[in-house]
Every structure is written in C-alpha cells, then in structure tokens.
C-alpha cells in the first residue's frame, strides 16, 4: 500500500452517491405557507426590491424598508417586474446584507406590455397592476411622437389601463395641437406647466394620480423625470437635456422604479421609449382604441380590413364629412399605419 495511504481504514471509506439515485423523487413542491406577500418596485441586474404588503396601505415616501430578492429557480422564465405582487420568503427585515426569495406571482389584475416592432412576437412587459398609463408628451423640444402617443394608447387600452396624457414644456409651445388631435378621444389631457419660481404645477396631475397606481411612459426628454421628482420629492430621478443634433432627448432614467406619492398610491417612472411595438395586440383591439373613429366602422362591410384598399370602408366617409374633427384624416392615417404595419407582419393576414 502507498505510503500516501497508510493511515487510513475502513471509517475512512465514504463510498460516492450514486447518480441515478436511489431515494424515489417527489412530484410535491414545498408549499410556502410561511411566505409573505410583497410589491416589486424596482428590477436591478437579477436583484428585485420589495416592499412587504403591510408597509403598502400606509406607505411614507422616502420612508420605506425595503427587501432585496432574488427569484426561486421554478420561475426562471417568468417576468417579474414593478407592480407585481410577489410571495416571499426568507429574511424579509430589509436590514442590510439579507437576501430573501420570490417563490411566487400573485395574478396579475393587468399587464402593460409591449414589442420591439410589429414584427417581433417577443413580448416585453413594462408593468404589471397597473390602473393609469399616463403617456408624458411635450409641446416641443421634442416635437410630440404622434405615432408613439397612439401606440401608447392602444396599448392601454389594450390592457384594461386607463389612459391620461400630461403635456409638458407650455412656456416653449401651445397645447392646442395635442388637444385638437386628441380631444375627440375620450383621454382625458391635463396640462403641466410652471408656476411663476419655474417649479412644475403637477397638482392637476397629482390629483388623477393619489391613491390609484400610475405608470409614466414617454420618449426620452419630455420631462417624465422632472415630473416624477415634483410628484415625489425623494425621487432624485436625473434629468437631462434634448440633443442638439438629434432633437431627441438622452436617457437619464435606466431603469423603472416605483415610489409611493404622498398623498397615497403608486407612481412608476419608466425609461424613455423609442419604439413601442404592438405585435401582441390584435386588430379589433387597435380599431377600438380609436374611440372617434369606431362609430363608422359600423357601416363597413363584413370583413373589412379598414385600410385604405378595402372595398367599402366607411371610414373615408366618416372623416370626409368631419365626423371625426378637424384631426380626422391625421387620425385615420396614424390607424392605418398601424394596421397595415400588424398586416405586414402577420404571415396569415389576407
């Protein structure tokens, strides 16, 4: 026997565990009855805070414990993201250094979702629980993203998620355009300007906004972060100029974060957009999302695709005769735009 081994006998021997194993496997998951339930408000590099449920009802801005998780392997492939109500587990003190465990989704009441473009089925989504989408959209500086703001409210719609549009940056332009394009649209329009010391005036919006959970989403540089600070105080969410060259604004928000208002409820700052996909969003649900114009689809014909090809769209007519408003032939072409964009991309599509 080697030198090496001479000390050692036979209680040494620690025979290997046989890799089929031997002990029967179990369908049974654990069952969690000790977790508690918690709302993420912020996504961070496989990292997810959350605050625990009893904090949500009374919730003090600035004054929140917050638990750092990660998700249980079973839920590897489901999103987690702000809003979502989640079961927890483990050290759920918040002190620092814990790390605690996700082991479920509670059902969603609704989902904000979106796609890279129409043509990609991936579907991202932003939020969950969600009960207002406020699209944040400037007078100029950037010039309104009509085609963003309508993908934004179909989305909403699309979703269950009632829609508002803040319009910033009134000291640069008038809010006349954006009312005119959208007044015949049953989304409300609340103004955000600046008080005489240059501060936002957000108290109309505050208003919609105290006690429900709101999400803010727009393109980068239309004020959602100056926004999200006079809201909540405690936010310091960066904010950053418009590009010169580009005339688009630069992100200064890399992540979404939800933080409770003062006054009650949630807000969730989102980064800025620069697409807005609608691939999941089926056709009947992008026509209804136009609210002005759906009262002529009545008088198509069965079948009708509502674009501009198809044989007896009433939807000419309708906006000929000025039914839809001074903004109807911008409208119907911003919803067949969108149409034929889901047209193209469905492979099935006639």
Known sequence: MSSRYAHFTEDDYRPRANKKGSRPRTKDRPSFEDSREGMVVQVDRGRYRVVMGEELGSAVAGDLPIVTCVRASALRRRAIVPGDRVLVVGDTSGAEGTLARIVGIVPRATVLRRSADDTDPTERVIVANADQLVVVTATADPEPSWGLIDRALTAAFDAGVTPLLAVTKLDIAGIDAITERFEGTGVE?????????????????????????????????????????????????????????????????????????????????????????????????????????????????????????????????????????????????SLRRLLGNLAAADPHAQ
């Open 189 to 333: 329009i609340v103004p955000c300007g600046f008080d005489a010391t240059g501060a936002p005036r957000v108290a109309p919006l505050e208003a919609r906004l105290t006690g429900a959970m709101s999400v803010l989403l727009g393109h980068s540089g239309v004020g959602k972060s100056t926004l999200m600070n006079a809201l909540v105080p405690h936010a310091d969410r960066a904010t950053g100029a418009v590009n010169d060259v580009t005339g688009r604004g630069r992100h200064t928000s890399s992540s979404a974060i939800c933080l409770p208002l003062p006054d009650g409820g949630w807000v969730i700052d989102t980064p800025g957009v620069r697409s807005f996909g609608l691939a999941h969003v089926a056709v009947e649900n992008v026509v209804s999302a136009f609210e002005d114009l759906v009262p002529a689809t009545a008088d198509c014909p069965k079948g009708c695709t509502h674009l501009a090809d198809s044989p007896g769209c009433a939807l000419d007519a309708w906006v000929v005769a000025g039914r839809a408003g001074d903004a109807g032939p911008a409208r119907l072409a």
